[in-house]
């Protein structure tokens, strides 16, 4: 399963904040460091147009029970941190980090630079939901800076055709694909010669490097060397400084360091998934996501997440964890299962994000890859102060608001929202995890397994908090909270395109809540009916886990059909209002560790 259901962001943009850092060696082919010819592109009010929709969201996470080795131990991390990122930005576009020297070289230049702060870089999303260049760089191309510029994916289909052998590695997931010139090969080759490790971690590449045509598979390792040396040596040293408290981290720590010299993260992620971290902090480390490679999606992107426990948030979860067993036993299917409950998850406050972390994402879900998610399972890391926010929440409450009937717009809290979210994550433990005949649901599912998996983990979640409710581990008022924030999670401010999975299970969602009477739609708003919604969301889920277990791949499709309608006369009346509700549409985040404001 992906992790994308575990990244909400409320507001669509990934943020980046201004680090005061040196930029990194120039590597690689394609990241001249030349400012030559780069200018605004933009006149004032294009600029001033987006920025006016954007939210500025500081985070300032606790730090007092930091021990002293830990404090050492998070400078180590925001420096590996801020060298991740300019990583990020590198991997996305040719000339970004010679745009960022530049704006370095125009402080006068405050709106381009909160607008590459705000992209990770010199293209922006406009209000139109187009991409566009701010500066006067090269557009956006869908081979970013991971394959030779300017290649198409005909192109490269035409060579794995040609060529069916060298498919797997020049589509592995960390390495960047260079055109195959005698200046990129002793380039990638001087690399092997400057860190001996890395020709002994990476058996077989030296002799590939010499003798590939055409393209190169170059490993992040060797592509971006120098910088992975200097994050290498960061989370060293940060072991070194939690060694005594939390043994188990700086084992992690030593694994991951490890892993980025090597380009395989299953020793790190082992001991971080399965680790007993007993201290305060925790670390999303390297290159996961792959939402940012446009050509083959499979191409990895580099980010860092540092977090520091909430304690007892956390503990409060893992007290939760107990009932488990009993939500799965309450479930409408039969065939139930043994769910463990040492689920590895906990709540964070983020100290800093860098690279493609960065943003407003509310939970995050890893590994992605089955094997591994298989043999060690996998980490969820709720973001606290995220999910938190007020401001973001002032923006979640507005848009409920404007649907609801008045009595009931103070429903939805934050704290009902954060709850929601957590089950959500936990939601995906349960149910239903094959068909009848055994088959994994995204194989007999295919492209409607995403949607039905992440329908079944929000009406888990309602679920849960109904049983809660009965077991006396939250009050009626927090459960209606948590259906509040269950009803403004479907309510759409545009009708959705098939091919948006979340989108649509949640219109989804909002029909069937209509059809069962947990919604009625009065004078032109919606009046929520809580008698009526636990039976409206028990008789959806049992809904969805059928067709689960089926595994019939036409059934769900029809399903989704016919419960997509959107009526003029009403689904577009709330989304009306809900769209006047909007003050802001992006988020620009920024952190106290790394002295922003
Ligand atoms: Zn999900």
């Not at 000339?95 to 381009?112: I, M, R």
């Not at 007892?312 to 893992?318: A, F, N």
């Not at 989804?508 to 009046?527: T, V």
């Not at 769900?556 to 009403?570: G, K």
Request: aromatic share 8%; proline share 5%.
């Amino acid at each position: 399963m992906l992790t994308k259901c575990m990244r909400y962001p409320i507001l669509a943009l990934a943020a980046l904040a201004l680090t005061a850092c040196a930029s990194p060696a120039a590597t690689g082919p394609g990241a001249p460091l030349s400012t030559a010819g780069i200018g605004p592109a933009w006149d004032a009010t294009r600029s001033e147009a987006i920025l006016a929709r954007t939210q500025r969201l500081h985070l300032d996470a606790d730090l007092s029970a930091l021990t002293p080795g830990e404090r050492a131990a998070v400078d180590e991390l925001l420096a590996a941190g801020e060298r991740m990122h300019a990583l990020y930005i590198q991997q996305r576009h040719p000339q970004a980090l010679a745009a960022q020297a530049y704006l370095n070289a125009h402080p006068e230049l405050g709106p381009q630079r909160d607008l590459f702060w705000l992209n990770s870089g010199p293209i922006a999303s406009t209000l139109d939901n187009t991409r566009e260049p701010f500066l006067t760089v090269q557009p956006e191309t869908p081979a970013r800076n991971v394959y030779p510029a300017g290649t198409t994916r005909a192109e490269l289909d035409a060579f794995f055709t040609a060529n069916p052998s060298r498919r797997d590695e020049l589509l592995d997931d960390r390495t960047v694909v260079w055109a195959a010139t005698p200046e990129n090969r002793r380039r990638a080759l001087a690399a092997l010669d400057r860190y001996p490790a890395l020709d002994t971690l990476h058996p077989g590449l030296r002799a590939r490097l010499s003798e590939s045509e055409t393209y190169l598979s170059v490993p992040y390792s060797v592509a971006y060397a120098p910088d992975i040396f200097f994050i290498h040596d960061r989370l060293i040293a940060a072991a070194g400084h939690v060694e005594s408290g939390d043994p188990a981290f700086a084992r992690y720590l030593r694994l991951r360091a490890r892993d980025l010299l090597a380009d395989d993260y299953e020793g790190g992620d082992a001991a971080w998934v399965t680790g007993d971290f007993v201290g305060n902090l925790n670390a999303q480390i390297g290159s996961y996501e792959t939402y940012d490679d446009a050509l083959y999606g499979v191409k990895t992107f580099f980010s860092l997440s540092l977090l520091v426990r909430d304690r007892p948030r956390s503990d409060e979860l893992q007290a939760a964890l107990q009932d488990i067993q009993t939500v799965e036993n309450a479930l409408p299917y039969a065939n139930h299962r043994e769910v463990r409950t040492d689920i590895p998850v906990g709540v964070y406050n983020i100290i800093a994000d860098f690279g493609q972390a960065r943003g407003a994402n509310t939970a995050t879900i890893l590994p992605n890859e089955a094997y591994l998610a298989r043999q060690y399972g996998r980490t969820i890391l709720m973001r606290g102060n995220i999910l938190l926010n007020e401001e973001q929440f002032a923006e979640t409450h507005r848009a409920f608001s404007a649907a609801v009937i008045q009595s009931q717009s103070d429903d939805i809290t934050a704290e009902g929202g954060f709850y929601r979210t957590l089950w959500h994550e936990i939601g995906h433990y349960l149910g239903v995890d094959q068909t009848t005949d055994g088959r994994d649901l995204d194989v007999a599912l295919e492209d409607t397994a995403d949607l039905l998996e992440e329908m079944k983990a929000d009406l888990v979640s309602l679920s849960a908090a109904r049983i809660l409710n009965q077991r006396g581990r939250i009050t009626d008022e927090q459960l209606q909270n948590i259906y509040a924030s269950g009803i403004r999670r479907v309510l759409q401010k545009n009708r959705p395109r098939r091919e948006q999975p979340y989108q649509t299970m949640q219109l989804i969602q909002w029909n069937w809540f209509m059809d069962r009477g947990a919604l009625r739609f009065e004078n032109g708003r919606l009046r929520i009916d809580y008698r009526r919604y636990p039976e409206a969301v028990t008789s959806l889920l049992r809904e969805v886990l059928a067709i689960q277990r089926a595994g019939d791949r036409a059934r769900a499709n029809a399903f989704v059909d016919r419960w997509t309608n959107w009526d003029p006369a009403l689904h577009e009346v709330i989304a009306q209002r809900m769209r006047e509700s909007e003050r802001t549409r992006y988020t620009l985040v920024t952190y106290e560790a790394l002295d922003e404001r």
